[in-house]
């Protein structure tokens, strides 16, 4: 929790994230994940300071938990001087102990915030998904908060100007902004009408950009005019000399054997890789998020 200091910007954990987004849907599926159409709303998790605090942040809970499909898990919710925003305990359950920072008993609007990073602790505990290392699985845990449909409120409690700041949880604000745009994209949803932070709205708006970019690469057929020159120039070099790509290009082209130049891909939408062969015009469905894909090979 940076409160009061600098706050990281930028996308410094970008491929964590892409990777996370991937994992999300290889082990919920994209059934599952569809589930999770309907973000949390901001009445649900609404928190007045003239509500009792414990009573007002395990209804909170509750609601995090509902929305997350955990039906037989009670959180108990308590507070306490920490370095962290919060902390839970994964047990086995059904009962799980969540510490919040001392800080949200006067910042009560973040609590929802703070709750939503740990109850997806529990969800991601009880799936037995996680990744290496506690800075690795902290960006699963935010990325999956988000696009599961409860990170804008991570987001919106990015507040920052010349005298102070504050940013909850592991991603840059940017990173939060791109996650919710990947997640808007795929279910047609406009979060920055519940932004109550103008920084959280203009981070969204350069995540946007970024999760837009992702859509514009070759070989998609949105790609702009110089992307795709540089696709023919590495693909003519590719034919001639059955090489790899360019480093640092979002495609590489394979042999196949004795039949045509294959190209693999991230999709854009879950970063699994995709391989067709180099063809010319080419529609292909990601296996894994269903997304058909217009490209020009």
């Given at each position: 929790?940076?409160?009061?200091?600098?706050?990281?910007?930028?996308?410094?954990?970008?491929?964590?994230?892409?990777?996370?987004?991937?994992?999300?849907?290889?082990?919920?599926?994209?059934?599952?994940?569809?589930?999770?159409?309907?973000?949390?709303?901001?009445?649900?998790?609404?928190?007045?300071?003239?509500?009792?605090?414990?009573?007002?942040?395990?209804?909170?809970?509750?609601?995090?938990?509902?929305?997350?499909?955990?039906?037989?898990?009670?959180?108990?919710?308590?507070?306490?001087?920490?370095?962290?925003?919060?902390?839970?305990?994964l047990a086995a359950g059904p009962e799980y102990f969540v510490e919040l920072n001392d800080r949200f008993r006067t910042?009560?609007?973040?609590?929802g915030a703070a709750l939503a990073h740990e109850v997806m602790h529990v969800y991601l505990h009880r799936l037995g998904?996680?990744?290496?290392?506690?800075?690795?699985?902290?960006?699963?845990?935010?990325?999956?908060?988000?696009?599961?449909?409860?990170?804008?409120?991570?987001?919106?409690?990015?507040?920052?100007?010349?005298?102070?700041?504050?940013?909850?949880?592991?991603?840059?604000?940017?990173?939060?902004?791109?996650?919710?745009?990947?997640?808007?994209?795929?279910?047609?949803?406009?979060?920055?009408?519940?932004?109550?932070?103008?920084?959280?709205?203009?981070?969204?708006?350069?995540?946007?950009?970024?999760?837009?970019?992702?859509?514009?690469?070759?070989?998609?057929?949105?790609?702009?005019?110089?992307?795709?020159?540089?696709?023919?120039?590495?693909?003519?070099?590719?034919?001639?000399?059955?090489?790899?790509?360019?480093?640092?290009?979002?495609?590489?082209?394979?042999?196949?054997?004795r039949g045509p130049l294959r190209v693999s891909f991230p999709c854009p939408t879950c970063h699994q890789r995709i391989?067709?062969?180099?063809?010319?015009?080419?529609?292909?469905?990601?296996?894994?998020?269903?997304?058909?894909?217009?490209?020009?090979?």
């Open positions: 929790m940076a409160n009061g200091g600098p706050v990281e910007h930028g996308y410094p954990h970008l491929e964590t994230v892409r990777a996370a987004i991937t994992a999300l849907y290889k082990r919920l599926s994209y059934d599952t994940i569809q589930t999770f159409s309907t973000s949390v709303a901001p009445a649900d998790v609404a928190f007045c300071d003239t509500d009792d605090l414990y009573l007002g942040a395990q209804r909170v809970a509750r609601e995090l938990v509902r929305h997350y499909r955990l039906p037989d898990a009670r959180l108990i919710v308590s507070f306490r001087e920490m370095t962290h925003a919060a902390n839970v305990e910042h009560r609007r973040d609590i998904l996680s990744f290496t290392g506690t800075r690795d699985n902290e960006i699963l845990t935010d990325t999956a908060t988000t696009y599961l449909g409860a990170g804008w409120l991570l987001l919106d409690a990015f507040r920052e100007d010349a005298a102070s700041s504050q940013k909850l949880g592991y991603l840059t604000p940017e990173e939060f902004g791109y996650v919710l745009a990947k997640r808007a994209l795929v279910f047609n949803e406009d979060p920055a009408v519940w932004f109550t932070s103008p920084q959280a709205y203009t981070a969204y708006v350069k995540g946007m950009a970024q999760a837009r970019h992702d859509e514009q690469q070759p070989p998609l057929t949105a790609a702009g005019w110089a992307g795709r020159r540089r696709y023919a120039h590495d693909r003519r070099h590719a034919q001639d000399a059955r090489a790899a790509s360019r480093p640092g290009a979002p495609y590489t082209f394979t042999p196949d054997g391989r067709v062969p180099v063809r010319g015009r080419v529609r292909a469905r990601c296996g894994l998020c269903r997304t058909v894909l217009e490209c020009d090979t």
